[in-house]
Nanobody, 119 residues
Framework: QVQLVESGGGLVQPGGSLRLSCAASGSIFSIYTMGWYRQAPGKERELVASITGGGSTSYADSVKGRFTISRDNAKNTVSLQMNSLKPEDTAVYYC?????????????WGQGTQVTVSS
């Protein structure tokens, strides 16, 4: 069992910045791929950014150049630096941890943290 706790959400003006953090416990952090997803009301949950245990990153086209995902394996944390925020970034942001073995997908979610971008 992997436990994930997000923090850092809040209200920010358009063009502003926020940094989200996710603390993980319960397994070997470094072998899991970590990701940030978001879900706005009435919309599907979407992948925002991911980072493998080796540090390879991937981003949704809508956030490239604005968001940066990083991880600190020694501290069992993953962060999402969000710059130049837009109203359409408003959503609940979820931390995700996953690892695929031959027969099993291990997939864990945090409780989510609200990000609101509004004037």
């Amino acid at each position: 069992q992997v436990q994930l706790v997000e923090s850092g959400g809040g209200l920010v003006q358009p063009g502003g910045s926020l940094r989200l953090s996710c603390a993980a416990s319960g397994s070997i952090f470094s072998i899991y791929t970590m990701g940030w997803y978001r879900q706005a009301p009435g919309k599907e949950r979407e992948l925002v950014a991911s980072i493998t245990g080796g540090g390879s990153t991937s981003y949704a086209d809508s956030v490239k150049g604005r968001f940066t995902i990083s991880r600190d394996n020694a501290k069992n944390t993953v962060s999402l630096q969000m710059n130049s925020l837009k109203p359409e970034d408003t959503a609940v942001y979820y931390c995700n941890s996953r690892r695929r073995t031959i027969q099993t997908l291990y997939n864990y979610w945090g409780q989510g943290t609200q990000v609101t971008v509004s004037s």
